[in-house]
């Protein structure tokens, strides 16, 4: 008989006495977050020759967004192995179970609209059913979010996980530049930005940390704010400020001194310039780089003052040093005095050309 057509769940029986039935469960989740229709057990029918199943996926006015995809949909037994015990009944139904495992990439609510037409013993009948779906945004599972700006050589890990997408393995991200250009990628949601912080040629970029979950981004709640953001971070990488020490009186070309400022011409430490960068970012821990220097070069006043200039590091320091030509220092007469200038003159790594101008009075 029709009547022993029966649409229910594993664990809790549902007759459907009519051709369409209402609201039979909600279901609450996270958009991107898989959910299984029914939330429990399958959509089981017995004493069935033939089965016709679809799913749609309806807006909140019942309005049609999209079917539910095929891969989404799981028949237990398999269609041809359903074939096969209806075949082998001489004429008798079988049993089959559907369950339609789904994910909404938008937050809203929305129903879940499944369609039967069923062949049976005795007769054939048409059924559907409605799931509504709520669906909130995921909770950001840190409170600590990337900085607008960071130092060259700074060191960075972050993570974009969320309290509801529980399945590391599919978050990944991608680290891209304003052009578009992937400068990074990978799988999980913990990002180690030193290697990107560490190369002198991110310096004065705009990046773009986009973070992806089952390989579509996301909006989350933040946690402080609870206000709605999406999972993209843009980051600036700057260049640190560079700072000099020596025994040398550095000129400022737009301030007159006359201060008198002695040197000894035996003095190692007199024959040296070091070059740092450095810098504070808001965490307040020192970022410090070491200068590369390419094409350095003093130019002196006299000319020839110095000779056997080079420069190697010193700890975080780069140093130039260089010695004092003996045949000018064989011109000073013993206790006399030279005024000299040096301009130290080389291109950084980052691509910045160092003009420093320094004075100073020689003694013998």
Known sequence: MIQKLFLFLIIATSIFAQGSSGVLDTIRVASLQEFSIPAKGGLVLTNARSVEFSAELLNESMQKIRDCRDESIVQVPSKEEFAKRVSAGGGRGATIQFIINESIESAGTFYIKVSFKVVGETGSSSR?????????????????????????N???????????????????????????SVLASGEGSLVRFDEILADPQNVGKKLTLNGFYNGKPYEFIEPKSQAVQSSSWTFEIKKLEI????????????????TEWLLSAYNSFDRQFLYLYFGVPERGQFVVATPRM?????????????????????????TIGFDFNQDVLDQIEDCGQLDAKITVIFTSQFGERIRDVYRATIMK
Not at 128 to 145: C, K, M, N, W
Not at 154 to 180: I, N
């Open 128 to 152: 559907e059913a409605f799931y509504q779906v709520i669906v909130t945004h995921p909770h950001f599972a840190s409170t600590r979010f990337l900085r607008e700006s960071y130092f060259i």
């Open 154 to 180: 700074e060191k960075e890990t972050f993570s974009f996980a969320t309290l509801e997408y529980s399945d590391p393995t599919k978050y990944s991200y991608k680290v891209v530049e304003t052009s578009g």
């Open 243 to 258: 700072t000099k020490f020596s025994a040398w009186r550095s000129v400022d070309p737009k301030k007159e001194d006359n």
């Open 294 to 318: 390419s094409g350095l070069r003093l130019e002196t006043e006299p000319q020839n003052l110095v000779t056997n200039v080079r420069d190697f590091p010193n700890g975080s320091f780069q």
